[in-house]
């Protein structure tokens, strides 16, 4: 179907400042991916394009239609979530942040569960500080939302900041949890905004760099968009003023999180003004009925035009409203009337698979309810619960096993597979090496080979610098994929007895070009074709140089993985090496407000030099190692007492990690996997229990599924486990999966089914009783809109007459009042 007019106004609007009302079906996103093909079709760089969408899915289905419409040249289209967007954001400015660039994200409950394992060790004896791990995680997303829509910001000043927020005891624990994620080379989820907008806000070369990256930015959902994330997008689009917010601003169903349309609206206005307004109101989804019953509901909070019906758009069957004496009657009813809908249909010639019916509830204790109900009667269905995916403890004990090989100080999923099935290491013993941690031992020391073959995790270091030899090294490089993106730029000192004896310095031909890193490193595509040298002779050169010396750098995992996966490719032999962290020593030893090297160069007052150029930086790096040599010996004698105790205990699983560590970067993420169940015990563990077993069966398949054959193994395993913290878990489901969608209205957000049921609708459900307490019903009522907008031929509306408690009492249920406004069509169902 060609676009209509307003559409097509829409999509040949190429440059300036646009809002774009859209209420559902009205075909938003297609006009999204239409534009943006446009945009690549008259010469606008793929590249220089982001979209920003709500959901992985909704990124997906806008990608696949740019590439349908453009073929290769709209394959480099940046199609992320928000969240994504600022992770990988902060994976190229990862030297600025001061964090490793392999960091990893810590979803909700790693948050609560790390906030809950402080309370019971480090704070066990400070009632003060002892609190519900969720709600006072959640106090914790409010404190980070509030000081990322403040301005201006600092890095190495957002923990206490952060932290001050809280009473003393809770100060301090926040400032600990705060430490830890750092340790453990982790952010949490809320971090990811927050580090994005200080680091505008303190670089203003960061900040220009950025302005000048996209030349085109679209937004979807944008009336869920918080202050603080319309912040970090005011800025990337300062420089080409082309950018377009979308959504349907009737359906705010987030003010919790802190998204306020109306204030961004006017902030949009006075930022980009004069600003073209597009609204599509033309509904090409649902029947007329649906489409009128939506515009009623909307019309009694919104002065905007609602949706009206296409003129092909059919009739449709009037909402069937029910009331069930009970809840447990209710969920009855709804079950038998999914199977005689089936039946209906059927006999009509046509089908209704339950996965296109949903039922949408308030909240999830409804939800709970109709599954016992739907589970006794025989109704197949996907609840709230298995929505959850990557929360479920099974699927988080596989994780927590290849986050670790991956994260060799990544302490909190390295603690997690010991717990299941147990390996025989107690609370007392992990209580002695936890109380060693000021002398710079921590628990994942106990398995690191340094640390197995010296008795010290720092062993090799000393020996190295005392009687033997050091090749601290560092690379630029055209982006932070190993085995995708290239070296261009490659340095190296050689310290024999700690003294500097020799030195290394190549530029390396590309065939990635720079692009966007020039701007961090300077060196261009041209430059490095006039002084670059054949990348396989480099590397060989410098494998030379390093033999038989310990390899030592500033967030040297990403310079190691850089330089094994372009070896890799070339088909360049590289010694196996031992290496040393000057970010983990320094984190171990210094207090600092962040160990970025250029800070610490600050803070330790070392000789100033220019940052990211390879050859400044490996000086930089010397000298930094040198002053923490002495630091790092004088915990030694302490960190060996505690090992030689203890070190019996972890040999086993010692040999079972680095094992598994060695597959990473040969097999392919499915094998990796599937190798971890099944040496870890994971796998005979979770065998008698049907449901769990399932669960990691269909981690397996989302592996085989999603593995990127363009990267290597090692870079492939890194974005699948990333994106098991970023992924909704509406993401996951395929299409035609499960049965019935037994979710809350949010979790269906960016959904639709052919039928919708809406359960609970009495008043003190939906509304809700929290929201008629505090008089706050217009958020209630949006979500009504939401539930009622995600069907597009049959709707039914729900409630009963009485609640039943288990003492045996009773007492009634008003009708909800959103029932007043669906209109006049509808009918009462038996």
Request: net charge neutral.
């Amino acid at each position: 179907m060609p676009p209509n007019e307003e559409q097509r106004a829409f999509i040949d609007f190429m440059e300036g400042a646009a809002l774009l009302h859209a209420p559902v079906g009205t075909g938003k996103t297609r006009s999204l991916a239409d534009r943006a093909a446009a945009a690549i079709q008259r010469g606008v760089p793929a590249d220089r394009i982001l979209c920003l969408t709500f959901t992985n899915r909704a990124a997906q289905e806008l990608r696949d239609r740019v590439t349908a419409r453009c073929g290769q040249a709209g394959r480099h289209i940046m199609v992320r979530t928000f969240h994504s967007f600022c992770a990988w954001l902060l994976r190229q400015e990862y030297e600025r942040v001061g964090l490793p660039p392999d960091f990893v994200i810590y979803d909700e409950q790693d948050a609560e569960d790390l906030l809950r394992y402080l309370m019971s060790t480090r704070f066990r004896d400070r009632p003060g500080a002892i609190t519900h791990p969720g709600e006072l995680y959640r106090n914790i997303q409010r404190a980070k939302a509030d000081l990322a829509a403040q301005c201006p910001l600092r890095l190495g000043e957002l923990r206490e900041r952060v932290a001050g927020t809280f009473p003393a005891p809770l100060h301090d624990l926040i400032l600990e949890y705060e430490n830890e994620l750092l340790a453990q080379r982790a952010v949490d989820f809320d971090n990811l905004v927050l580090f994005v907008r200080a680091l505008f806000d303190e670089w203003p070369d960061v900040r220009e760099r950025w302005r000048r990256r996209f030349v085109m930015l679209q937004v979807d959902e944008m009336q869920d968009t918080n202050l603080a994330e319309y912040l970090v997008l005011r800025e990337l689009a300062r420089g080409s003023g082309n950018i377009v917010l979308a959504g349907d601003f009737d359906q705010t169903i987030y003010e919790w999180r802190g998204s306020r349309p109306d204030e961004i609206l006017r902030r949009f206005e006075k930022d980009f003004g004069p600003v073209r307004r597009f609204h599509f109101v033309q509904n090409y989804r649902s029947t007329r009925v649906l489409i009128e019953v939506a515009a009623s509901v909307v019309s009694a909070y919104s002065q905007r035009e609602p949706a009206r019906a296409d003129v092909r758009a059919p009739q449709g069957e009037p909402v069937g409203v029910h009331f069930a004496d009970d809840s447990e009657e209710e969920a009855r009813w709804i079950a038998r009337r999914i199977q005689r809908l089936r039946a209906q249909w059927a006999a009509a010639g046509e089908e209704l698979p339950y996965h296109r019916i949903g039922v949408l509830v308030r909240a999830n204790y409804r939800a709970q309810d109709i599954s016992r109900t739907f589970e006794a009667l025989g109704v197949p269905h996907i609840t709230v619960e298995e929505y959850e995916f990557f929360r479920r403890q099974e699927v988080k004990d596989a994780l927590a096993h290849l986050r670790f090989a991956l994260n060799p100080a990544d302490s909190f999923s390295f603690r997690r597979t010991l717990q299941r099935p147990a390996q025989g290491i107690g609370q007392r013993t992990l209580a002695a090496i936890e109380a060693a941690q000021p002398h710079g031992l921590r628990l994942v020391d106990m398995v690191a080979p340094a640390t197995l073959r010296w008795g010290e995790p720092f062993g090799h270091v000393l020996e190295a610098f005392d009687r033997g030899s050091i090749t601290i090294f560092d690379a630029e490089t055209t982006g932070t994929v190993p085995g995708k993106d290239e070296i261009v730029e490659l340095a190296a000192v050689r310290l024999e007895n700690g003294v500097p004896a020799r030195r290394f310095h190549k530029f390396l031909r590309n065939t990635v070009p720079v692009g966007a890193s020039e701007q961090v490193h300077g060196w261009s595509d041209d430059f490095l074709r006039r002084h670059g040298e054949d990348p396989a002779q480099v590397l060989a050169e410098f494998a030379r140089f390093a033999a038989g010396s310990l390899l030592v750098g500033h967030n040297v995992n990403f310079d190691v993985a850089m330089l094994v996966g372009q070896a890799e490719r070339l088909g360049v032999e590289m010694p196996v090496w031992e290496w040393a962290d000057t970010w983990e020593m320094a984190h171990r030893f210094v207090q600092a407000e962040s160990y970025a090297l250029e800070e610490l160069v600050e803070t330790l007052a070392l000789t100033p030099r220019q940052a990211h150029k390879a050859y400044e930086d490996v000086e930089a790096t010397r000298e930094l190692l040198t002053y923490l040599i002495p630091l790092v010996r004088n915990g030694a004698e302490a960190r060996r007492e505690v090992v030689s105790r203890f070190r019996a205990q972890f040999e086993a699983v010692a040999r079972r990690v680095q094992t598994l560590r060695e597959r990473v970067g040969v097999d392919h993420p499915y094998e990796v996997l599937k190798y971890a169940l099944e040496t870890s015990g994971l796998a005979a563990f979770y065998a008698r229990e049907p449901r769990r077993k399932a669960n990691l069966e269909r981690l397996l398949d989302v592996f085989r599924r999603k593995d990127d054959p363009e990267l290597t193994p090692r870079a492939a395993l890194e974005m699948l486990v990333q994106s098991a913290a970023l992924t909704s878990n509406v993401d996951l489901l395929e299409p035609e999966e499960g049965g019935v969608r037994l979710l809350t209205v949010h979790q269906s957000k960016g959904l639709e089914f052919d039928v919708v049921f809406v359960p609970g609708l009495c008043e003190r459900e939906f509304p809700s009783a929290r929201a008629l307490a505090s008089g706050r019903l217009d958020e209630e009522v949006r979500v009504f809109y939401v539930a009622v907008t995600r069907a597009k031929r049959r709707l039914f509306l729900t409630g009963h007459r009485y609640v039943i408690y288990p003492s045996g009492g009773c007492s009634p249920r008003e009708p909800s009042r959103f029932l007043k406004l669906i209109g006049r069509h509808w009918r009462w169902e038996g």
